[in-house]
C-alpha cells in the first residue's frame, strides 16, 4: 500500500493524517506499517482526503486518479459488479468462498448489498479477476483491467 508515500508527498505527519481520518495515530500507524488492514470506509476517505484512486493506493496501478471518479462507494453497484464479474468468469460462490476463504453465505451477503466488503476481500478479488477496485466499488464505470499482482514499493 501506498499510504505513508501518498502521506510524505503530501508533507504530513502521521498524525495529521489520523486526525483527518478521525482514527488514533496508533491505527494509522498500524495500517500504514500494513500491520493491520484498513477498514474500506476509511480507506475511500483516504482516497477524496488525498484525491487518489483506490487501485492507487493498493499499487494495482501508477494511475493516481481517475477521469470521472466518484467520491463515494455505491454499495448497490458494487455488489452488482461483484455477482456479475463472478458469474462473466462462470464461478460459483462456494469457489470464491474456497479461493479467498470465506464462507458462502458471507459472499452472499456482498453481492446482495447486505454487507459492504472488506478491504482484504476486495484486494483479493481484484487479484482474482485481475479487474479494478474502483470498478467493482462503483466509484467509475470504465471496466479496467489492472496488474493482479500489487506493485512493489520501496518506501
Not at 459492504?116 to 476481500?121: H, R, V
Amino acid at each position: 500500500m501506498r499510504l505513508k508515500e501518498i502521506r510524505e508527498e503530501n508533507e504530513l505527519k502521521q498524525f495529521a493524517v489520523s486526525k483527518l481520518l478521525g482514527v488514533a495515530r496508533g491505527t494509522y500507524s498500524l495500517w500504514e506499517l500494513e500491520l493491520d488492514i484498513i477498514p474500506l470506509k476509511r480507506l475511500n476517505d483516504f482516497c477524496k482526503i488525498f484525491n487518489c484512486s483506490i487501485d492507487y493506493v493498493l499499487g494495482f496501478t501508477n494511475i493516481k486518479n481517475y477521469k470521472r471518479n466518484r467520491k463515494e462507494i455505491n454499495i448497490n453497484l458494487s455488489s452488482k459488479r461483484l455477482k456479475e464479474i463472478r458469474k462473466e468468469n462462470k464461478r460459483t460462490q462456494d469457489y470464491i468462498g474456497k479461493k479467498l476463504s470465506l464462507n458462502r453465505s458471507l459472499i452472499s451477503k456482498y453481492e446482495s448489498g447486505h454487507t459492504l466488503i472488506s478491504t482484504t476481500f476486495l484486494i483479493e478479488y481484484v487479484k482474482l479477476f485481475n479487474i479494478s477496485s474502483d470498478y467493482l466499488l462503483g466509484k467509475i464505470d470504465d471496466k479496467i483491467i489492472i496488474n493482479s499482482n500489487p506493485l512493489i514499493t520501496n518506501q
